[in-house]
């Protein structure tokens, strides 16, 4: 870095705590190191340095250096550079120092971001929200033409490559609204439009919609999991009686294919034809579960029964499993039967995830239980080799499945059985990190 960039911030610190003018030490120093230096560069590194520094004296500071550089020897060339000066200078004032009128008011409480850049491409104003979904101080980016944003080094590359996108969108497509995807994972609606009433300027507003986008996924995927009901009846009824007569048969043929040597395929087609028909009863299950039988029963026991269940298939794949009850006394109203079906589900998978994770680590499974509200939240974390955006946005599909023997119906099962009985689940996963499902159900109603 350049030596007066280094020289300029503890002149300008010095300037504010003191709070006196004149030829300081400091200023002294830095006059020297400023000779040469082009008016721009010294009036962007000002902007960011008073960023840091938050002071009432930030204005003053630069008018004396700016006097000073207006000695005979350090004059500029001629008044248009001056009046740029000046105009950066009114520009680089905090912006929560503008008293805002009743209009600005509203669109800063607005929950859509919005933007107004001037035909010329400059930004000239942008609400809190915005500044949120930018993540970026609004001072920092008023005033940058849209190249400058492009370049922006306080924007996100993400948040930049979306602004390309969009602009591209709109030069060659003459498209003004796009949906988005950030790196978090959010959606975003874009829109622009140009106000005549605003001398031709260009009006951007954003807005977060993955909370509707979920809702449009939850409805949708009810809407898969009602179709799948209807092929599944169907399915059970057409193949489930030719298979009964094909097991028959093959054990009537048992003692033949013993004496002929050849009882292996007996037994080999014997277990395939009982693997079509667990297949088939998973059609079932996920077509339409059984109507919940529910009981009241005490949380910390359901986890502690999952616990003893899979713990012993845990201790032959190397898995460590253990449990947590941060309150003892929440009880729920579940079918017991169908909800440890999904425990043990939801645990066998994770079995699979630290085996297939590969690197030798040490597995280990967390089942807990805490109260959130009017909920009790039952999470299963483990460290295996966790899933990108893409397989997590079609997890509960139903046929979804990335192992090589799986039927990808036994989440779509879980998930069925959670919304039957009041509840939800929802998924967090980070890429050889590890997985969290979150399963909400309701309380039992306490009595006095």
Do not use: W
């Given at each position: 870095m350049e030596r007066w960039?280094?020289?300029?911030?503890?002149?300008?610190?010095?300037?504010?705590?003191?709070?006196r003018g004149g030829l300081s030490k400091e200023m002294a120093e830095l006059r020297v190191q400023l000779q040469g230096i082009a008016i721009d560069s010294i009036v962007h590194h000002h902007e960011e340095s008073v960023c840091f520094l938050l002071s009432n004296a930030d204005t003053l500071f630069l008018m004396e250096m700016l006097a000073m550089l207006r000695l005979p020897e350090a004059a500029a060339s001629n008044e248009r550079d001056h009046e740029r000066l000046r105009e950066a200078l009114f520009d680089s004032l905090p912006l929560e120092h503008e008293k805002p009128n009743k209009f600005e008011t509203v669109l800063q409480h607005m929950d859509s971001?919005?933007?107004?850049?001037?035909?010329?491409?400059?930004?000239?104003?942008?609400?809190?929200?915005?500044?949120?979904?930018?993540?970026?101080?609004?001072?920092?980016?008023?005033?940058?033409?849209?190249?400058?944003?492009?370049?922006?080094?306080?924007?996100?590359?993400?948040?930049?490559?979306?602004?390309?996108?969009?602009?591209?969108?709109?030069?060659?497509?003459?498209?003004?609204?796009?949906?988005?995807?950030?790196?978090?994972?959010?959606?975003?609606?874009?829109?622009?439009?140009?106000?005549?009433?605003?001398?031709?300027?260009?009006l951007v507003s954003v807005k977060d919609v993955s909370e509707y986008k979920q809702i449009e996924q939850t409805a949708f995927q009810n809407d898969k999991l009602a179709m799948l009901g209807k092929i599944a009846a169907s399915i059970a009824h057409e193949i489930r009686n030719p298979l009964t007569s094909i097991r028959g048969f093959i054990q009537l043929l048992k003692p033949y294919l013993e004496s002929i040597g050849k009882q292996e395929y007996g037994r080999i087609i014997l277990s395939e034809i009982d693997r079509a028909n667990d297949i088939i009863y998973e059609f079932l299950n996920s077509s339409k579960p059984s109507a919940p039988m529910k009981q009241t029963l005490k949380v910390a026991s359901l986890i502690k029964d999952t616990v003893l269940l899979a713990?012993?298939?845990?201790?032959?794949?190397?898995?460590?499993?253990?449990?947590?009850?941060?309150?003892?006394?929440?009880s729920i109203a579940i079918d017991v039967k169908q909800i440890k079906q999904v425990l043990l589900n939801i645990v066998k998978n994770a079995m699979d995830a630290i085996l297939e994770a590969g690197d030798q680590r040490k597995g280990l499974i967390l089942v807990s239980a805490s109260r959130e509200g009017r909920f009790a939240a039952i999470r299963i974390r483990d460290n295996g080799k966790g899933m990108d955006r893409q397989t997590l946005s079609r997890l509960f599909d139903p046929f979804f499945t990335t192992k090589e023997q799986g039927t990808g119906l036994g989440l779509s099962v879980s998930y069925r059985i959670i919304r039957n009985q009041g509840g939800t689940i929802q998924v967090d996963s980070q890429v050889n990190e590890g997985t969290e499902f979150m399963i909400y159900l309701p309380l039992v109603e306490e009595k006095e």
């Open positions: 960039r280094t020289r300029y911030f503890p002149a300008l610190a010095e300037f504010a705590l003191n709070g971001g919005v933007a107004l850049f001037d035909s010329e491409g400059h930004l000239r104003f942008l609400n809190v929200q915005m500044s949120r979904l930018l993540q970026a101080p609004r001072r920092l980016l008023i005033g940058n033409s849209l190249r400058q944003l492009m370049l922006h080094p306080y924007l996100r590359k993400s948040i930049r490559m979306i602004f390309l996108r969009m602009y591209k969108e709109m030069v060659y497509h003459r498209r003004f609204h796009g949906e988005f995807q950030d790196s978090n994972g959010r959606f975003l609606l874009i829109s622009i439009l140009q106000i005549e009433e605003l001398d031709g300027d260009y713990e012993s298939e845990a201790h032959m794949k190397s898995c460590e499993l253990q449990y947590e009850i941060y309150d003892s006394s929440i």
